[in-house]
């Protein structure tokens, strides 16, 4: 069975950091595609950062020179580096994975809350 496991999520102040991290019980983790989304309660889930089975990355515009996205192939393991973070960055975060013909998983989420 397919697992994705957030973790890193709690509460920070305005201009901290977090990194969350997301580890995959996935076969051949190294094809997939990983992506962080966000997630407002009655709002639609948006994307945040990807990483493909490359290394190459893409950002939101509201993470791009704060956010960093990496992977540990050798962990099935996915991050996410969280700068300067600002009350509107508040969310739960999901974790994705999703490759061609090996399907599309998600994890629960982790709630990130940034607030004085």
């Known amino acids: 069975q397919v697992q994705l496991v957030e973790s890193g999520g709690g509460l920070v102040q305005p201009g901290g950091s977090l990194r969350l991290s997301c580890a995959a019980s996935?076969?051949?983790?190294?094809?997939?595609?990983m992506e962080w989304y966000r997630q407002a309660s009655g709002k639609q889930r948006e994307l945040v950062a990807a990483?493909?089975?490359?290394?190459?990355?893409d950002y939101a515009d509201s993470a791009k020179g704060r956010f960093t996205i990496s992977r540990d192939n050798a962990k099935n393991t996915v991050y996410l580096q969280m700068n300067s973070l600002k009350p509107e960055d508040t969310d739960v975060y999901y974790c994705?994975?999703?490759?061609?013909?090996?399907?599309?998983?998600w994890g629960q989420g982790t709630q990130v809350t940034v607030s004085s």
């Open positions: 996935l076969r051949i983790f190294r094809a997939y595609v």
């Open positions: 990483i493909s089975s490359l290394g190459s990355t």
């Open positions: 994705n994975a999703h490759a061609r013909g090996l399907g599309n998983y």
